[in-house]
């Protein structure tokens, strides 16, 4: 009930393209969900967030998508550019915890030129 | 921009030997995590740590490791014992304030032999 279930594993968009990445949940105490984008050779680095009583959040070419009934959330990215390529990782932050983040599994996007 | 920084970046030890992963946290940060993620695999929670003592643990976090924050600026993971199975990339987090954005460090990979 931990989990964050991530989806694709793997993701080539052409420059240009949408790029979307989908998680999901089981656990209805998680209350906030972040995004992390990892380069390689670096740690994650926070990209956008949203809290569940907000159904989208849009920060420039990145878009979250979060349907609450269902425990979804997706990421969507506009006009994808090389310098996009990267891993993503979903996570999701229960409530009453610590706040450490419960990661989803990753999706390794390329954009191709 | 501060950054969170870690040393060793790499660090490849026998299985049994004692290991310390340090880290050095945003200068005015009060929360401290540390992660983990093994080649391929998802960033796992280990622990948090507030106010000189860990707030919350994982499952993974068993006694064979330990946290410490020594002097005002270090924060530190120990391995006891290390079994070929800790071979990981370990990443340190910070935060200003409890559920704020985690800043993390570029990772220390631990190789065990």
């Known amino acids: 009930q931990q989990q964050v279930k991530q989806s694709p594993q793997s993701l080539i968009v052409q420059k240009g393209g949408i790029s979307i990445i989908n998680c999901a949940y089981e656990?209805?105490?998680?209350?906030?969900f972040p995004w992390y984008q990892q380069f390689p050779g670096k740690g994650p680095a926070l990209l956008i967030a949203i809290r569940p009583d907000v159904s989208e959040k849009k920060e420039g070419r990145f878009t979250i998508s979060f349907n609450k009934s269902a425990k979804q959330f997706s990421l969507h990215i506009m006009d994808s550019q090389p310098g996009d390529s990267a891993t993503y990782f979903c996570a999701a932050i229960r409530s009453g915890s610590a706040r450490q983040l419960t990661f989803g599994s990753g999706t390794q996007l390329t954009v191709l030129p | 921009e501060p950054e969170v920084t870690q040393t060793p970046s790499h660090q490849v030890t026998q299985m049994g030997q004692e290991v310390i992963l340090r880290c050095v946290p945003i200068s005015n940060h009060l929360y401290f995590y540390w992660y983990r993620q093994i080649l391929g695999q998802k960033v796992e929670f280990l622990v948090s740590?507030?106010?000189?003592?860990?707030?919350?643990k994982s499952e993974i976090f068993d006694d064979q490791f330990s946290v410490e924050r020594p002097d005002g600026s270090n924060f530190t993971l120990k391995i006891r014992s290390t079994k070929l199975e800790d071979s990981a990339m370990y990443f340190c987090?910070?935060?200003?304030?409890?559920?704020?954005?985690?800043?993390f460090g570029p990772g220390t990979r631990l190789l065990v032999l």
């Open positions: 656990n209805t105490a998680f209350d906030y």
């Open positions: 987090a910070s935060s200003e304030a409890r559920g704020i954005t985690q800043y």
């Open positions: 740590f507030y106010n000189n003592e860990i707030s919350e």
